[in-house]
């Protein structure tokens, strides 16, 4: 039969890698038919709330639960004590450590859980935590770890302050784990013989992944049958389904988790909570489903912050501005429980990138963990595992030596950059960076913002302010980044033991369309949708004919989720192995059908061809219908497969920003003028996707620099936990990003991509710093914390005496 | 507490409902009229993931209690076009890629359709300030911004097309 289409024609029909195919995702969610855990809603469901500890640090004396049991609607009321024999009332964390699911005798961190309400709707729930009668005793509060690290307060006392913790030996009884990286005396010998050297120390605030929609679960426990099923916000399903066997004792085949549409997740929704565990033991307590959802409060006061690192560094560079040295120490808040979601070899992550993407030939990085009466936490808010922090350090160091040398800091980045021929490159610190080509994105981004003439304008204002013509001035933010996702190789990346592999099952269906399942779960990011496209080229069956499957645990193939950008690069190389696993197949069935040695066929877009003789060919959907249909000697019927990935490095996404922004120094508001970004992720494998990433993660990078955070006063109460206090960006405040791209494909992975998600964000923050940074610099700033509040601002002008 | 009866028109449909005095329209609307298309995401007014439109205006309803929607004209996401004929709205938001997550969209684009009746003309900074009160963490607003304008451009040479 002669063809019709061209072979231009069959590759667009696919919208493989590279088409910025709409999303399959949209349908639903535009009519309002997203399904999230709030949603659910099963036959005798009962609501969980919390009664919260309202102190940072006390001892719990009583518990009275009388009056709220009397309360009518009301069906249990669970404390530790409820929790003790069934060794439920404390819980591992992914960090090692363990955690209260309820207050055992006393209570660390304000918002802390202390008792279980389970009702028969929210109201009553609600009403019920009112009046469970909690007697306190005060107890001195720790909120700053430098003090905690000096103070006679014993916060863990259910730790033995000799003997080592899950990372080595502890130092002092709110101390959690020292943890390093380099080679400290050649470094500091280095930094001391050097030419220049710029020390600076600096505080990433803690803030809080805040997606939109919270945390929750609804746990069902069928003891007819004996199965547990568990929806929750879990960016991990399979994971949890582990964590809940562990704890439980329900044999893991007992157990279904389920993750539905979640509504967000930035690395808030890693994690177990003691919301989760609370609801499963109600469930099982009450023989009936029981959902917890907390309220936005809860979420910002008690569910996982982000970052809260002190960082002080030391940077070494000759007279030319060369390099020679880096000296990083790490004091990190962890807040009352050590519940860092990072793979369990890596306490501080991958913070060991910070010596960034310059080639820096001697390095150490030093971080110590410390216990203090504030939320636990410290996942990677939209970022690999503290890549953020370590790429905020790095850029700052760099603008700071740049002061210190008196030279321009793109310049500075330039002479120092990893060139191009020294991938794949290993990092002082024991990274081997996979593929880069950073002076090329950097001239484009240069040049496309015409950098020098951007020079020359900010000059000229300058002196218009010092003539007092003009209250305004300006600040052209620049930030260079290398990410390190795709966590990770099994040899040293896990979480509790789990190797940090993915995987995707793929079943081709006799008509020619397919199912592919893997064990990640989309937030937002769109797996439905570019999870087909890369099977759509790997197989040659359109996208649009490819279901895609993630969250249900008992259908899915195991696999760590979606985190630190890990879904393409490692997920989406299963994807890629495994469709080539079926190709592998197909091309001997085409082989049968057309008569010819295996070795004779070739795959051409969406069909096997014999070479040579293109007109001669069989489609994958007659090779599907093949396989169901015939008898073919030496094959088993039908089309599967499945691939389990353990990537054999991380991938190393990269990136060029500038921001320009102008700052009102009398009232500190910034207003930004551009912002260009420039995303090396390898392959592009949907472009329209990628761009709407970058627009999200830019915007949360502009929240986190300027103004989102959670803060506590001395006596350790939230002060943002809700809002009205934490900043989340309206459209009023965001600008619109200009987004370009380079393409360095990753050589190990399958199809050379390497995540994007988090990009934005990673190089979006130090972006924005180095603004409002810029722009104080030629008045004497050298640095200045975040976040860049307006009050910070005009304080910063304030200080280098521009209102007098 | 007594419960009170609530009548409403709800999606063009008359609805009557049993709520407590002090039970949120929002639970109403999602618990028992099974309309989960709009969220909670805040329960200060502050995100939007709950909007609806209440006799034409674009209301919070996670802080308004449904007693006091009693005789009111409601209109929720599930009011706005049909599996087999979207909403311009709809469609624009799914070919500008103005969503992510989906958790903020039935509340956005339930403001965008009221911000369009009361602006059928807007600037990007009218849709910007217009849809202030509607917060959403995936998109940085870009292309939501642009899928509004997109809409109100679409509706106005469809109107014109039909003088």
């Not at chain 1, 600076?200 to 809080?208: A, D, K, L, S, V």
Request: hydrophobic share 40%; glycine share 10%.
């Amino acid at each position: 039969m002669k063809d019709e289409v061209t072979r231009e024609e069959r590759v667009t029909n696919l919208k493989g890698l590279g088409s910025s195919r709409k999303r399959v995702e949209d349908a639903r969610f535009t009519q309002g038919k997203g399904h999230y855990v709030d949603d659910i809603n099963l036959p005798g469901m009962l609501t969980g709330d919390f009664v919260r500890s309202p102190y940072a640090h006390a001892r719990v004396k009583s518990i009275n639960i009388d009056a709220a049991m009397a309360l009518d609607g009301v069906v249990a009321v669970l404390t530790a004590k409820d929790l003790e024999p069934l060794s439920l009332h404390w819980m591992p964390t992914l960090a090692g450590d363990k955690q209260m699911v309820l207050a055992d005798g006393k209570v660390l961190f304000q918002g802390q859980e202390v008792a279980f309400v389970v009702a028969k709707d929210r109201y009553i729930a609600a009403d019920a935590v009112d009046l469970v009668e909690v007697e306190y005793e005060e107890l001195p509060v720790i909120v700053d770890p430098f003090k905690s690290l000096q103070s006679d307060v014993v916060l863990r006392e259910d730790l033995d302050p000799t003997a080592p913790g899950a990372h080595g030996p502890r130092k002092h009884h709110n101390h959690i784990f020292t943890w390093e990286a380099g080679d400290e005396e050649g470094t500091n010998a280095v930094i001391d013989d050097a030419d220049v050297v710029a020390t600076e120390e600096m505080y990433y605030h803690r803030t809080h992944p805040c997606p939109l929609e919270p945390c929750g679960s609804v746990a069902s426990m069928d003891k007819v049958n004996g199965k547990l099923t568990l929806y929750g916000t879990f960016q991990a399903p399979h994971v949890v389904r582990t964590v809940a066997s562990l704890l439980s004792g329900i044999e893991e085949h007992n157990i279904r988790v389920v993750s539905p549409d979640i509504g967000g997740g930035f690395g808030n929704k890693v994690g177990v909570y003691p919301g989760y565990v609370c609801s499963i033991v109600a469930s099982i307590v009450t023989g009936v489903p029981v959902k917890w959802v907390e309220d936005r409060m809860e979420n910002l006061m008690s569910t996982a912050f982000a970052r809260d690192y002190w960082m002080k560094g030391k940077i070494s560079a000759t007279k030319e501005g060369k390099i020679t040295g880096l000296h990083c120490h790490v004091t990190a808040d962890h807040g009352a429980f050590d519940a860092c979601a990072d793979p369990t070899k890596f306490p501080a992550g991958f913070m060991s990138i910070c010596t960034g993407s310059y080639d820096i030939p001697i390095a150490y990085l030093g971080v110590d963990g410390v216990y203090t009466n504030k939320a636990p936490g410290g996942v990677s808010y939209r970022c690999s595992f503290r890549v953020t922090e370590a790429v905020y350090f790095i850029e700052r160091m760099i603008e700071v030596l740049a002061i210190e040398l008196n030279m321009d800091a793109a310049e500075l980045r330039r002479i120092n950059f990893i060139k191009k021929e020294q991938f794949p490159y290993d990092s002082a610190l024991g990274w081997e960076y996979d593929s880069g080509d950073y002076h090329t994105a950097w001239d484009k981004a240069l040049k496309a913002v015409d950098y020098e003439g951007l020079r020359k304008e900010q000059a000229e204002r300058v002196a218009a302010f010092k003539r007092g013509e003009t209250r305004t001035i300006m600040g052209i933010g620049l930030s260079f980044f290398t990410e390190i996702v795709g966590a990770g190789p099994v040899k040293n990346c896990d979480i509790l033991g789990m190797g940090m592999f993915d995987s995707c099952e793929i079943r081709i269906h006799p008509t020619g369309s397919a199912i592919a399942r893997l064990g990640t779960i989309s937030q937002g990011q769109g797996h439905a949708t570019t999870f087909a496209q890369i099977l759509a080229s790997e197989i040659g069956i359109p996208a649009d004919s490819i279901t895609i499957e993630e969250g249900d645990t008992d259908t899915a193939p195991y696999g760590l989720g979606t985190y630190g950008s890990r879904s393409t690069p490692v997920a989406g190389a299963a994807t890629a192995m495994a469709g080539r696993k079926i190709r592998a197949k197909a091309q001997m069935i085409a082989a049968y059908l057309l008569e010819v040695h295996d070795d004779d066929v070739e795959f051409d877009v969406d069909r096997f061809v014999i070479k040579g003789a293109p007109e001669r060919f069989k489609t994958m959907g007659e090779i599907a219908y093949a396989a169901y249909n015939q008898a073919i000697p030496g094959l088993e019927p039908g089309l599967e497969a499945v691939s389990y990935y353990d990537p054999p490095n991380m991938t190393y996404p990269f990136g060029a920003y500038v921001c320009v922004m102008d700052i009102d120094v009398d009232t500190g508001v910034p207003k930004i003028n551009r912002f260009y970004a420039l995303d090396d992720c390898g392959t592009r494998i949907n472009p329209m996707v990628i761009e709407g990433q970058i627009h999200g993660g830019l915007t949360e990078a502009l929240a986190v620099a300027l103004g989102q955070e959670i803060a506590y006063d001395d006596m350790g109460n939230c002060k943002t936990a809700t809002l009205m206090d934490f900043f989340l960006p309206t459209a009023w405040e965001v600008p619109n990003f200009e987004t370009d791209f380079t393409v360095t494909p990753s050589p190990h992975h399958p199809i050379g991509a390497k995540g994007v998600g988090e990009s934005p964000h990673v190089g979006g923050v130090p972006c924005f710093s180095n603004a409002v940074q810029d722009a104080f610099r030629p008045f004497g700033n050298r640095h200045t914390n975040m976040p860049h509040d307006h009050w910070r601002i005009w304080k910063t002008a304030n200080d280098l005496g521009m209102h007098d | 507490m007594t419960n009170q009866i609530v009548k409403m028109t709800v999606n063009g449909e008359k609805k009557e409902i049993l709520a407590e005095p002090r039970e949120l329209l929002i639970y109403v609307l999602r618990e028992k009229l099974g309309l989960t298309g709009a969220h909670v995401g805040c329960e200060t007014s502050h995100c939007g993931a709950c909007t609806v439109e209440i006799n034409g205006k674009s209301v919070k309803s996670c802080t308004m209690f449904a007693v006091q929607a009693e005789g009111t004209e409601i209109t929720t996401i599930e009011g706005l076009g049909s599996p087999d004929n979207l909403h311009v709205l709809q469609e624009n938001f799914k070919e500008h890629h103005g969503l992510q997550c989906g958790y903020c969209t039935p509340g956005m684009i339930t403001r965008a359709h009221r911000l369009l009746q009361e602006n059928p003309n807007p600037t990007e900074e009218d849709v910007r300030f217009g849809i202030s009160g509607n917060i959403c963490r995936c998109t940085g607003y870009q292309n939501i911004v642009k899928s509004i304008l997109s809409a109100a451009a679409e509706l106005n040479a469809a109107k014109e097309a039909a003088q």
